[in-house]
Structure formats: C-alpha cells, structure tokens
C-alpha cells in the first residue's frame, strides 16, 4: 500500500473509532517513519510506542527479539510467509568486541534472493524484533467487575452478607 493510501486508511479508521483497536502499536520512527508515527500518535495517543533505531537500540531489539523466541514467547502463524522465511535465511548477526557486546543484526544491504533475483531486505524480520518492545511492558488482564453481594442466606443458611 503506498503511503498517501496508507495516511487515508489510518485516518478513516481513527474517525470510524474502527477497524482497528489495537491495545499497542509499536513503529520504527526513524527517518521517514517519523511521519507516520505523528500520524498515528495524533489518531491513537498513548498506545504508539515509536522506536528510533540508534546501533544501541537494534543492538537490544536483536538481543530481546532471540529471548522471547527462545523462551517460547514470540509465536508466529504458521506456515511461515516466503518472505519473511527468506528475511530469516538471510539474517547475519555479529556481536562487536568491547564491554558493550552490540549486536550487528539484519539482511545485509544489496542481498539477493537466488531462487528469484530480487532484493531481500527486512522489513518483516524488524517488525516480529519489534514485539520485544511489547514485551517489556507490564500486562495485566482486566476483569469484570462483581455486581454487589446479594444479601440472602448461603444455601446451608448460616452465613449472609452482613457476616462479611
């Protein structure tokens, strides 16, 4: 979808109060995203949380992105797209000598898909790193509120609500 689509769509649905109701909406706000994170914390507030990627920032996406995979916390539907298979088998990692360990991850720039030719990059592979940010914070599960305590005796007719 191309951008002026994309501006349209995120502003009908930010009118409608729908489609779209997410709880959290991470986006990479670097460069060019800077756009559409303005656009989407005008239309959502709060729930945008914009990243802007600095070698640090990718260094802890990379690192978290591998512990919510490997402690079985990130699920991906299944089959897995081709593209995004193809962003995997494509992915380099290197971790940089010195005390800070950054982590260089990503498709390396100008690589090539053998069996078609084109460009690979990482776009899908970004933004599944990108739910390490989700995952950092604090969930909680909201429930209903219990209607008031009826004031009627328990079936074995010792206890009601004024004992408690």
């Known amino acids: 979808m191309a951008w002026p689509e ?3 769509c995120l502003r009908r ?9 997410a ?35 990718k260094s802890d996406l990379g690192y978290g992105f591998i512990g919510i995979v490997e402690s079985g916390r990130y699920r991906e539907y299944s089959p897995f797209p081709d593209q995004f298979t193809t962003q995997l088998n494509h992915c380099r990692s290197e971790i940089m000598p010195g005390p800070s360990r ?12 053998q069996s078609t030719g084109e460009l690979v990059h990482d776009d899908d592979l970004i933004t599944a790193a990108l739910c390490h940010q989700l995952d950092l914070l ?16 328990c079936p074995n007719g010792i206890a009601t609500s004024d004992h408690f």
């Open 6 to 8: 994309a501006r349209t």
């Open 13 to 21: 649905a930010a009118r409608a109060g729908g489609p779209l109701e």
């Open 23 to 57: 709880i959290q909406i991470v986006i990479d706000a670097t460069g060019v995203g800077e756009g559409l994170w303005s656009l989407l914390e005008n239309a959502f507030g709060d729930t945008v949380i914009p990243v802007k990627f600095t070698p640090l920032v």
């Open 102 to 113: 950054l982590m260089r991850w990503g498709v390396p720039d100008g690589t090539r898909d």
């Open 138 to 153: 604090e969930w909680h599960i909201q429930l209903p509120t219990p209607g008031p305590i009826p004031k009627t005796p």
